[in-house]
């Protein structure tokens, strides 16, 4: 089946911890995005990239970094420069026809992160 | 500024009602896309529609309908006959470009939750 998988789904770190969030996907996408959703403040994007070994900063990247060394993977670290981390991750992956302006999103089931 | 507003942050209806969620948006670019994605439980956003600004047909699609006008920048989305399934949080979604390089990237209103009561 072709998909967006993130895992885990729900990850837990101490304070001063860096921690990664994995996302595949196997629906040949070029473009992948990582949003962050508050209680209340709907999705925020924090990354997006369009291409093996790019990425730009989308809203609120302070506090996190990413990679795209493969098509198939984008992995968030949430850094321990992020204040207030606890948060629901969800990854998107869309292919490039028409740049986005036409085309939908898929997403991943999210991970669910709490700062204990 | 480009954005999408959802004015309506939690509604409640009783089983068989209808409902009708709204959306207003905000965009420099004179040929654009709207999206609605909804949000079960689960966490995962399913598409629903894609509408561009050159259609405004209301759209039906079994118990959906969606209607979109320009003049007040709205694409509103009806649900008649609600189910308990259909209980989630919707969103509405615009393609923004942040580069200005020609690609774009969804924005996101803050979503409605809806609960649908047996």
């Known amino acids: 089946d072709g998909g967006i998988t993130q895992s885990p789904k729900y990850l837990f770190r101490k304070e001063g911890q860096n921690v990664t969030l994995s996302c595949e996907q196997n629906?040949?996408?070029?473009?992948m995005y990582w949003y962050r959703q508050d209680p209340g403040q709907g999705l925020r994007l924090i990354y997006y990239?369009?291409?093996?070994?790019?990425?730009q900063k989308g809203d609120i990247a302070e506090g996190y970094s990413v990679s795209r060394e493969k098509k198939e993977s984008f992995p968030l670290t949430v850094t321990s420069a992020q204040k207030n981390p606890t948060a629901f991750y969800l990854c998107a992956s869309s292919s490039l026809f028409g740049h986005m302006k036409n085309t939908e999103a898929f997403f991943g089931q999210g991970t669910r992160l709490t700062v204990v | 500024a480009q954005k999408v507003t959802q004015a309506q942050t939690e509604i409640s209806v009783v089983e068989k009602e209808d409902v009708t969620l709204d959306c207003v948006y905000e965009t420099r670019d004179t040929t654009y896309y709207l999206f609605w994605y909804k949000q079960p439980p689960s966490g995962e956003l399913v598409f629903l529609i894609r509408?561009?600004?050159?259609?405004?047909q209301n759209e039906i699609s079994g118990r959906y309908s969606w209607n979109f006008q320009k003049s007040t920048s709205s694409f509103n989305f009806t649900i008649t006959a609600s189910q308990v399934v259909d209980s989630a949080v919707y969103f509405c979604a615009l393609p923004i470009s942040y580069s200005g390089a020609g690609s774009y990237q969804l924005t996101f209103g803050k979503g409605t939750k809806l609960s649908v009561i047996p």
């Open positions: 629906l040949n996408h070029d473009a």
């Open positions: 509408r561009n600004s050159f259609d405004e």
């Open positions: 990239s369009q291409i093996v070994n790019d990425f």
